[in-house]
C-alpha cells in the first residue's frame, strides 16, 4: 500500500524555480503539487495568503515567489521590501498558524561579496543594495516566526524560459556584433532544475523525519566569472545557431553600466547540504547544455530536473 503524497503548495510558481518545481514535483507521485502564480495568490495580501492556507491545507509551502529587480529595486524600494519581506513573513505566520514549515529561497546578495573564497551559512551578511536587503530581511522574518523553515541560498539562476542571463545573453548575441561580459565578479551558475531537485530531495528528508531546519547555500560545482559564462553559453549556442556577435570583451565590473552595487564575489560554500542531505553538487556546465537543448530541440528534452 502507498502513503498518501505530501502536499506542497508552491508560491510564484510561474517563475523560474517555481514552475520548475512544479513540473517535476507533478511528475513524482510522492507529491501533490498545488502551484500558485502571483495571479493567483498574492503573497503580499494577508487575507489571501491565510484564506489560501487554511483552503488547501498543504504539508509545506515552498517560496519562489519573489522581487527580482535588482537595478529598479533601488527606487521601488516599497515593492521590493513589500514581496521579499513582509511577503515573507505573512507566509511564515500564516504557516506558524497551521504548523505547515516552509522551504525559502534566497541569494547571495545578501553578502557584500569581498570574501573571495566563498560564504559559509555562518557568515555575516552585509547586503548592499535594497533588493539585497529585502532578501536578508525576509530571512530574519523567516527566522523569527517560523523555526521549522528551511532557507536555501542560490546564486545565478538560468533556465530555458523567464528573465535570466542565459536568455539575455543570447538575446544580446543575435543583434549586437560586439557584446562585453564582467571579468572580475566571481559565482557559480545554478539551473532552476537542479534547484528544484535539491528542495524535492530536502521535502523527501524532511518528511522521513529529519529535523534540519536553518539556512542552507545550494550553487551548480564550479567557480567561474560572468565572462566565462558568457563565453560557455555563446560557444554552446554557437552548436545550434550562428550567433551575430562574435566578438565578447571583458571588463571590470566598475567599468559596467550596473545601477546598483553587486557583490564581487557570489561564491558559497555548499557543504553544510552534502553534510547534513548529502546532497551534491552538480556542474552547471551540464545543467547550462540541457538547458541549451531544452531551448533549440524543446521537441527531444525532458521536463524532469537535471
Ligand atoms: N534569478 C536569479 O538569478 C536568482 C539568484 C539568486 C537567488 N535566487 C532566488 O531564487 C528564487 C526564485 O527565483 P526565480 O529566478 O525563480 O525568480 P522569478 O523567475 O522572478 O520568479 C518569481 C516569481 O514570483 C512572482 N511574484 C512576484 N511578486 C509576487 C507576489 N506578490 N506574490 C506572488 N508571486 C509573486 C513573479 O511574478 P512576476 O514575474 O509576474 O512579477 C515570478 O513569477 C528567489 O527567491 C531568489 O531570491 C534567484
Known amino acids: 500500500m502507498y502513503a498518501d503524497p505530501v502536499k506542497i503548495l508552491i508560491t510564484g510558481a510561474a517563475g523560474q524555480v517555481g514552475s520548475t518545481l512544479a513540473n517535476a514535483a507533478s511528475a513524482d507521485s510522492f507529491f501533490e503539487v498545488i502551484a500558485l502564480s502571483k495571479e ?54 500564516a504557516c506558524g498558524e497551521l504548523a505547515v514549515p516552509m522551504l525559502h529561497l534566497s541569494t547571495d546578495y545578501v553578502f557584500d561579496g569581498h570574501y573571495a573564497s566563498g560564504y559559509t551559512e555562518d557568515d555575516e551578511a552585509a547586503p548592499l543594495g535594497v533588493y539585497g536587503k529585502s532578501k536578508w530581511q525576509g530571512e530574519e522574518l523567516l527566522r523569527q516566526f517560523l523555526p521549522r523553515h528551511i532557507i536555501i541560498r542560490t546564486s545565478w539562476v538560468f533556465s530555458p524560459a523567464g528573465d535570466n542571463y542565459v536568455l539575455r545573453t543570447l538575446d544580446q548575441c543575435r543583434r549586437q556584433d560586439n557584446m562585453l561580459a564582467v571579468d572580475d565578479r566571481r559565482g557559480c551558475p545554478t539551473s532552476a532544475a537542479d534547484i528544484a531537485r535539491v528542495l524535492m530531495a530536502v521535502l523527501k528528508q524532511l518528511e522521513s523525519g ?27 549556442a554557437g552548436e545550434y545557431e550562428s550567433l551575430r556577435c562574435q566578438n565578447l570583451t571583458p571588463v571590470a565590473a566598475e567599468d559596467f553600466p550596473y545601477e546598483a552595487q553587486r557583490p564581487i564575489s557570489s561564491v558559497l560554500v555548499c557543504r553544510k547540504l552534502l553534510n547534513t542531505f548529502g546532497i551534491r553538487q552538480r556542474p552547471w556546465r551540464n545543467e547550462l547544455s540541457a538547458v541549451m537543448r531544452s531551448i533549440y530541440q524543446p521537441e527531444t528534452s525532458g521536463s524532469e530536473p537535471g
Open 210 to 236: 529529519a529535523e534540519a531546519w536553518g539556512t542552507y547555500h545550494y550553487t551548480g560545482a564550479e567557480i567561474t566569472s560572468l565572462y566565462g559564462f558568457t563565453r560557455e553559453i555563446m560557444a554552446m
Open 40 to 93: 493567483q495568490l498574492d503573497i503580499t495580501d494577508e487575507d489571501a495568503v491565510r484564506a489560501c492556507l487554511d483552503k488547501h491545507m498543504p504539508h509545506y509551502v515552498v517560496n519562489c515567489a519573489e522581487y527580482n529587480r535588482v537595478d529598479s529595486a533601488e527606487k521601488e524600494a516599497e515593492q521590493s521590501y513589500a514581496i521579499n519581506s513582509r511577503g515573507v513573513e505573512l507566509l511564515a505566520l
